[in-house]
């Protein structure tokens, strides 16, 4: 009960306290606002570059010729060692046949060139299409199904696909090292406001001091107080990336320059991110408070 009653009085004289020294307040609460608008950003930029990156990564598809004069017996052969081989995805069949059709389908003059060709006259050939699970070992992937009796030539793009992979880690690890920078960035602007906040009320916290308060007594208070002042500065933030990110959605149609370049679906992406706001609002701010009378008040 007593935990209780100390915990409710804390809340208490933090809602006090904001509204009590509200220029102060509204400095740490614009300055949160500010940090995470940039940290929204951030996070928008990141989640959409995984998106995209991921989803290239899918189309990624390693293509297997087989011999011009394979058989069935060869090909159903084929592809059970395919299904026996780790880290495939799917395996789709193509004949000659379907591909020729697709061609002249696409093209009048390659309908014009293989109209008159029959099946001993085509120079295509049977694929198989795959896909992998991990990108990142298409390579040996893609050298392990050339050296399978009746495979022709193995293509999926090689050197183009290495250099995408390694410019998407790039991109990636840049993208979550601004977000972290930014909320180690957060906490340390909300530090020193707080700090401010802390020293003009010295004289506060010394009568609670001659008054007998503990030193935890002492600390839950400006801890609530930054909580608080994470979520006020979180609003903002979080209304902008509801409604701006929407509206960048719908301006665009989803896409960016073309539509290989898809954006996330507003729902429920700008809640989730809302959410993270919210949470990192509150972290920063509860840790400014913290550290702030921690270290500048040697409580």
């Not at 009590?20 to 300055?31: D, E, G, V």
């Not at 990110?245 to 989730?272: D, N, R």
Request: aromatic share 10%; proline share 2%.
């Amino acid at each position: 009960m007593k935990a209780i009653r100390i915990l409710t009085r804390s809340i208490r004289d933090s809602f006090k306290s904001v509204f009590r020294n509200f220029s102060l307040s509204l400095a740490s609460i614009s300055c949160i606002a500010i940090t995470l608008i940039v940290v929204a950003i951030s996070l928008i930029l990141t989640y959409n570059v995984n998106n995209f990156t991921s989803k290239v990564e899918r189309d990624v598809t390693i293509v297997a010729f087989l011999d011009t004069n394979i058989k069935e017996e060869g090909r159903q052969e084929i592809l059970e060692k395919l299904k026996k081989m780790e880290g495939l995805q799917n395996i789709t069949y193509e004949s000659k046949t379907k591909i020729g059709e697709e061609m002249m389908n696409s093209s009048d003059i390659f309908k014009n060139i293989m109209k008159n060709w029959d099946e001993s006259e085509s120079p295509l050939q049977d694929t198989y299409l795959i896909k992998v699970e991990n990108i990142k070992e298409i390579g040996s992937i893609a050298k392990r199904i050339e050296n399978l009796p009746g495979v022709d030539i193995v293509k999926y793009g090689e050197g183009m696909v290495e250099q995408l992979v390694s410019l998407f880690d790039l991109v990636r690890k840049i993208c979550y090292g601004m977000v972290i920078a930014l909320i180690i960035v957060t906490a340390f602007l909300i530090a020193n406001t707080i700090k401010i906040t802390i020293f003009s009320r010295r004289r506060e916290i010394d009568i609670m001091r001659l008054v007998g308060a503990s030193n935890i007594n002492i600390k839950i208070p400006f801890v609530f107080e930054g909580l608080i002042l994470g979520v006020l500065g979180s609003i903002i933030p979080i209304i902008t990336t509801t409604y701006g990110y929407t509206a960048l959605y719908e301006k665009f149609h989803g896409q960016l320059f073309s539509s290989l370049i898809t954006l996330i679906k507003p729902q429920p992406f700008v809640f989730q991110v809302s959410l993270v706001l919210l949470i990192i609002g509150i972290l920063v701010g509860m840790f400014g408070s913290w550290r702030a009378v921690r270290k500048y008040l040697k409580i």
